[in-house]
């Protein structure tokens, strides 16, 4: 059919270098499509994974920001209590429902971070607010002025401490 | 390849991004964190540490901490700009050999470089660590008005953090490809910068070299001022509250760490809600005490006094861009306001109402807004690695890609019409196409040999108000009772919007189909007008819906009443049969009727009543038990039942 067209057209008949030429620009095309195709779909099944592992961070850390909030009403509450505590004895009552709080948020994975003074600063679990002369060794914690939370392992909020000087710089 | 990735290395914070998955995206570090602030610190316990850590230990160590070093970086040491941070800057610095700056960490002296090079370090190894692979390249954005020097140390940074520098692109360049306003040739646009602790202003021209045939960026003029940002903001609110607070109670507060502490949370919060809000309470109970017991701190504080604090910043910022804009060159670019074609802002304090009220009243114009403004830069730079990854590759960018593989969405529902008139959808409006679904229908009536395809489209859940786009018969079937044939139809729309409908009775296997070839070529208007009738008529239309419904419903259980009560035969009891048949009779003398509610009742007193034929066959365990009523259930989604066969 192609034959007898051209010759009706008077169109010289195509060289073979001119096919392979053609089938060359084919192949090319081809493979630049077949190539889209595959990066679309290896896109989309990362895609998908990615999302799946978005969709568990936000179960995990999706009340991060109500729970952020929660911590400095919680720190509240302990100030309530100690200045309670020091006008007399504190309704046991009180301490339950502190605990009932603290449990509710253990439950979504808050944990507090655990310092003492004494222990060394480390920044990666507190921030320094300032450092004092003291007894402890100098980097050491000296107080806590706001105690740190994680929220599974992130760190949501550094304890605020205050650190002993190091007596040899100065 | 590996990836190329772009960063926005601040004075304050940094941020990288990456063309991810098609999509451009922000990477977030080791901390979980967008930002990473530019801090490097040598711990005193002789740890390098880099971003919030070392930020967290600042305060205790500040010869130690190293903070904005971009304001040094290829500098010379005499340079009046060097020589003013010197003065307030905590650490040490002091000429190096070849006339640079360098600054003082623990015992030894460091380039601007090498700091850069760490800060650099940890974005690229928190980079790997979230992409899962190596990176060896980077796109770093600079402010336009760094000179060749800055440029170059800003490279070597690059360099000593294990990175190759592919380009240092500006940072007001890198916004305006945020925005993708560089498409647009020849216009003037604006970049209005307000950082933490900087003010950059930068007037930029769009322009096309016919000959390369590329887009070009041209740096008319920059402005700013290196010490003002929004950290003057914070600290005002917060001297603010202090004064406030000594005033209700008399208490300086200003000397207690954890009162300080807290009251410098509450002052962020309280900005970052007046962006929001025109009203907000600062609540910070026992902040203090005296002999009379616990103190507590409330306030009420407004959009309007938060503006008033800052005001004198916000107003000589605009002035600064105004001469900047106007003020012949070399100072400005000595352009007339109204020349600017587009004006972005770019920092996380352009957040604040006021400062872009005040900005879209200096240009008459609104400002570009809508990516997160502390991410822009970074985002920029993202876009221009990934056009050079492309480029290297010899592969279109993800947006070029985009643009050729423009993927087209059903502006409206495709449906088919099933029982009682209903509007199926198969596809839902907004679907991304070259896409297919498949549903399984029944038949609506006994032994009805043949079902209607009926393909709309259109919003409206009545069949009756939307578009038809066509109609077929699938006959054929094997005669059975209603809801036992199982007729697939399947919707396929092609990428050309072409949509193919064909129904394949699952039994006898026989196919019907039909081709629309202009599914999608509605008008514009004619889409609008559609929707809008949709929304007009969403209540009538439920209404509509809710009574076919019923019908629908009404239809099947008389019809399962019927069997039932065939089945059982003579083992049903008289009474429980007159019943039932009483029953049926109230539901089909009200079921054709508009009162939903009627139909309703008259259903749900039918299939309490049905219940006592069960009932009636337990009760007689020898007898052979009806057959159940699960068998034969219309299904009352199936098509309506074909009026011709």
């Not at chain 1, 806590?144 to 040899?168: C, M, N, Q, T």
């Amino acid at each position: 059919m192609a034959d007898e067209e051209n010759k009706e057209n008077n169109l010289p008949e195509p060289t073979v270098a001119d096919l392979k030429e053609q089938i060359e620009e084919m192949a090319a095309q081809r493979d630049e499509y077949l190539a889209g195709w595959q990066r679309s779909k290896a896109d989309f099944i990362n895609y998908k994974k990615e999302e799946m592992k978005k969709l568990e961070d936000v179960a995990r850390y999706g009340s991060e920001d109500l729970i952020k909030d929660l911590i400095s009403v919680m720190d509240n509450f302990d100030l309530a209590l100690r200045t309670l505590e020091k006008a007399g004895p504190v309704e046991k009552g009180i301490y339950l429902i502190r605990t009932q709080i603290d449990d509710i948020l253990k439950k979504r994975g808050l944990a507090k971070i655990d310092l003492k003074p004494g222990d060394m600063f480390d920044p990666a679990v507190a921030e320094a607010l300032s450092e004092v002369d003291a007894e402890q060794p100098p980097g050491a914690i000296v107080q806590e002025i706001e105690p740190g939370y994680r929220l599974h392992e992130k760190v949501l909020r550094p304890a605020r401490v205050i650190i002993s000087k190091d007596k040899k710089i100065k | 390849m590996p990836k190329i990735i772009g960063i926005d290395l601040g004075t304050t914070n940094s941020a990288v991004s990456v063309m991810k998955n098609g999509e451009l995206q922000i990477l977030e570090n080791a901390e979980g964190n967008r930002t990473t602030p530019s801090i490097v610190a040598l711990s005193k316990g002789g740890e390098r540490l880099v971003g919030l850590l070392a930020k967290r230990q600042s305060v205790t160590n500040p010869t130690n901490t190293i903070f904005s070093v971009k304001r040094l970086i290829g500098r010379k040491f005499t340079d009046a700009e060097v020589q003013r941070d010197k003065a307030w800057l905590p650490y040490e610095i002091r000429a190096g050999a070849t006339g640079g700056v360098e600054v003082k960490m623990g015992d030894k002296w460091f380039s601007p470089e090498e700091i850069s090079g760490f800060i650099l370090s940890k974005l690229k190894a928190d980079a790997e660590a979230k992409l899962g692979e190596k990176i060896t390249e980077a796109v770093i954005t600079v402010p336009a008005y760094f000179d060749d020097s800055q440029r170059q140390a800003t490279k070597n940074a690059g360099e000593i953090a294990g990175l190759k520098v592919d380009r240092i692109l500006n940072e007001p360049t890198a916004a305006a490809f945020a925005y993708g306003v560089n498409k647009e040739k020849n216009q003037k646009i604006v970049v209005y910068d307000f950082g933490g602790g900087t003010f950059d202003v930068s007037v930029l021209e769009m322009g096309f070299d016919a000959e390369s045939k590329e887009q070009t960026v041209e740096v008319r003029a920059t402005g700013g001022d290196t010490h003002l940002g929004g950290d003057d903001f914070d600290k005002k609110i917060q001297e603010y509250l202090v004064g406030e607070y000594k005033k209700q109670e008399g208490i300086d507060i200003s000397k207690d760490p954890l009162a300080v502490q807290r009251l410098k949370e509450a002052a962020e919060r309280a900005k970052h809600e007046l962006s929001t809000a025109v009203e907000t309470e600062i609540n910070i109970p026992y902040i203090s005490s005296d002999a009379n017991g616990p103190k507590h701190f409330q306030i009420k504080m407004t959009r309007a006094k938060l503006v008033d604090l800052v005001q004198e910043y916000i107003d000589r910022s605009i002035q600064l861009t105004k001469e900047t804009v106007t003020s012949p060159a070399p100072k400005g670019a000595g352009y007339q306001l109204s020349e600017i074609a587009e004006v972005i802002l770019v920092g996380g304090q352009t957040r604040m109402p006021a400062m872009q009220e005040a900005v879209k009243n200096l240009f008459g114009k609104e400002p570009h807004q809508g990516i997160n403004p502390d991410e822009v830069v970074a985002l920029g730079a993202g876009i221009q690695a990934e056009i050079l990854s492309a480029k290297a590759e010899g592969r279109k960018t993800e947006g070029e890609v985009k643009d050729i593989l423009l993927l087209d969405v059903t502006p409206l529902s495709l449906s088919i019409e099933t029982y009682g008139g209903v509007a199926t959808p198969m596809i839902p409006k907004n679907t991304t196409v070259p896409t297919a679904k498949s549903q399984v229908f029944s038949t609506a009536a006994d032994n009805q040999t043949s079902v209607e395809v009926h393909v709309l489209q259109g919003e409206r859940p009545m069949a009756g108000d939307n578009k038809t786009l066509a109609k077929f018969i699938l006959d054929g079937i094997p005669p059975s009772p209603r809801g036992i044939p199982q007729v697939e139809v399947t919707f396929d729309i092609d990428a050309n919007g072409i949509l193919n409908v064909s129904a394949k009775d699952k039994a006898s296997g026989k196919v019907q189909s039909v081709k629309v070839e202009a599914s999608s070529n509605l008008s514009k208007e004619e889409i609008e007008k559609l929707k809008k009738e949709a929304a007009e008529h969403a209540v009538e239309d439920e209404k509509k819906k809710a009574l076919i419904e019923a019908r629908n419903q009404a239809e099947s259980i008389v019809y399962l009443a019927e069997k039932s009560v065939k089945d059982a035969g003579d083992t049903l009891p008289a009474d429980v049969k007159t019943g039932v048949e009483e029953k049926i009779t109230a539901l089909k003398g009200v079921k054709d009727g508009e009162d939903e509610a009627a139909i309703k009742a008259a259903i749900e007193a039918l299939s309490t009543e049905i219940q006592k034929i069960g009932q009636a066959a337990y009760n007689k365990p020898n007898e052979p038990q009806g057959d159940s009523a699960g068998n034969g259930q219309p299904d009352t989604t199936g098509p309506k039942p074909d009026q011709s066969a």
